[in-house]
């Protein structure tokens, strides 16, 4: 029996990498915004909602994203180097794991936080906080939500030096695996 590898990912995989690449982008634009002490209370508010909202849904798309990365198959293997392929895994499971350890410490975070304000998703469903107001935990939480993000941003830059490396140096077509096939 014959079988046909691959060349992209599944469109379904393509439009889940983009969209939580665009959000996480949106994300950090928010938190400048949120954080910034000369706006008025109730905008502040406002965006501190938008920006969890959005990041239980960053939660959501990564989940729904693993479990299809299991279930549909992935691209055939090019053609690289053993090194190559480790370290792009590495940065991989990386990406991987702080789009999950965010989101985490983020509702985390806000469930300890000593000021309780309610998680509503989108003002549309109050979201459980998983424990009660605690000071430490709060603090730890806000202090790995932003090592976190740091290493995010460094992950995220590395990626992005691979790709361009792909793309301009060894000129090997890999973006296109990241893409919908045309026609
Ligand atoms: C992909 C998901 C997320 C990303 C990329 C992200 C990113 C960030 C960044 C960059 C900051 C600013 C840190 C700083 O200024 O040093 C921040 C702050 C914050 N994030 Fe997130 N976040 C995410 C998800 C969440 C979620 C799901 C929640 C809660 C449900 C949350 C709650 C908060 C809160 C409350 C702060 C403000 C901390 C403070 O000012 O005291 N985040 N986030
Ligand atoms: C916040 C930004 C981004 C995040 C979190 C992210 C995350 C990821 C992850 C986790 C993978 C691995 C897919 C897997 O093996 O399951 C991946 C693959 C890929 N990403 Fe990104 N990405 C981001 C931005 C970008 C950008 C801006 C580009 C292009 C300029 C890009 C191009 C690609 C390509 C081409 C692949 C496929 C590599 C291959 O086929 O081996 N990504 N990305």
């Known amino acids: ?9 599944h469109p379904a ?22 954080r910034d002490e000369s706006r008025d209370l109730l905008s502040r508010f406002a965006l501190y909602q938008w920006h969890k909202s959005i990041g239980l849904t960053v939660a959501g798309l990564v989940l729904l994203r693993l479990v299809l990365r299991l279930l549909l198959p992935a ?17 991989h499971i990386g ?4 789009l ?6 983020g509702l985390l975070m806000a469930a300890a936080a000593p000021i309780q304000i309610p998680t509503v ?7 459980p906080h998983p424990i ?5 935990v709060y603090e730890l939480m806000l202090r790995l939500h932003e090592l976190v993000f740091d290493l995010l941003s460094l992950l995220v830059l590395l990626h992005l030096a691979a790709i361009v490396t792909h793309q301009f140096v060894w000129r090997d077509g890999l973006l296109r695996r990241m ?5």
């Open 1 to 9: 029996m014959r079988t046909v590898q691959r060349l992209r990912w």
């Open 13 to 34: 995989l393509v439009i889940l990498h983009w969209s939580t690449a665009l959000l996480v982008v949106g994300q950090y634009g928010l938190s400048r915004f949120m």
């Open 75 to 91: 691209p055939a293997p090019m053609d690289h180097a053993e090194w190559q392929r480790l370290a792009a895994r590495a940065v």
């Open 95 to 98: 990406l991987y794991g702080c």
């Open 100 to 105: 999950i350890a965010l989101p985490v410490s």
């Open 121 to 127: 998703y989108f003002g549309w469903f109050g979201v």
């Open 132 to 136: 009660g107001p605690d000071r430490r």
């Open 179 to 183: 893409w919908f096939a045309r026609g």
